[in-house]
């Protein structure tokens, strides 16, 4: 019997070292042939502050305060899925997009809060974009002027405070297309760098 339970014991000890070793084969070194892109989508947006529509010029004279132009400001997060197709672990170090409500870039921002992914696994991230009304004014009749009059029939300053007031009331019950173009992010693992690209819209 003595022997017969040293025998279990070796056996035991000797199958908990094989099933050791083979775990630790199964572990993947990340190389620059195995670096599998990661993925980034748009998972939704939200419509995280919201003050109405408004603008004023410096010419009205405020209650307390110095005059100037300000327009309504407009805080939306969008939630990114991240997901890492490979058997190790990931680091993003990166997230970058520009926003345009109906093609019409508005606004680009970024995270650089790092986090890692496990292997196999999906994180999610939330970004937030603030749009001042009176940024967003100037961004529209520079960038945008041309595609606004041919939006529109119209253009200036008129036309382009016209076309925000629309956005910013119907952004609660998100009445319009958001795009998110140009997305890119830097992902990393044991020194390999690699820049994925994305882009969405919401509401689909």
Request: hydrophobic share 45%; net charge positive.
């Amino acid at each position: 019997m003595h022997k017969t339970s040293k025998l279990l014991t070796c056996l035991a000890v000797a199958a908990a070292v094989a099933l050791l070793s083979g775990c630790a084969g199964m572990m993947t070194k990340p190389t620059q042939q195995n670096f599998k892109a990661p993925t980034v989508s748009l998972d939704s947006v939200e419509v995280a502050h919201y003050w109405g529509w408004w603008y004023f010029s410096k010419k009205v004279k405020p209650t307390v305060g110095t005059a100037g132009n300000y327009g309504a400001p407009l805080d939306l997060a969008f939630i990114f899925n991240v997901k890492n197709p490979n058997s190790y672990p990931v680091k993003m170090e990166e997230l970058k997009f520009t926003v345009a409500f109906e093609n019409f870039d508005l606004n680009t921002v970024s995270s650089t809060e790092t986090q890692w992914i496990p292997a196999g696994k999906t994180n999610q991230i939330r970004v937030h974009a603030m749009f001042d009304g009176r940024q967003s004014l100037l961004s529209l009749l520079v960038t945008g002027g041309f595609k606004l009059k041919a939006k529109t029939g119209k253009a200036g300053p008129g036309a382009a405070l016209k076309q925000l007031a629309t956005w910013w009331k119907k952004a609660p019950e998100f009445g319009f297309p958001i795009f998110v173009k140009e997305g890119s992010a830097v992902f990393k693992a044991d020194g390999l760098d690699k820049v994925v690209t994305f882009k969405a819209k919401f509401p689909e």
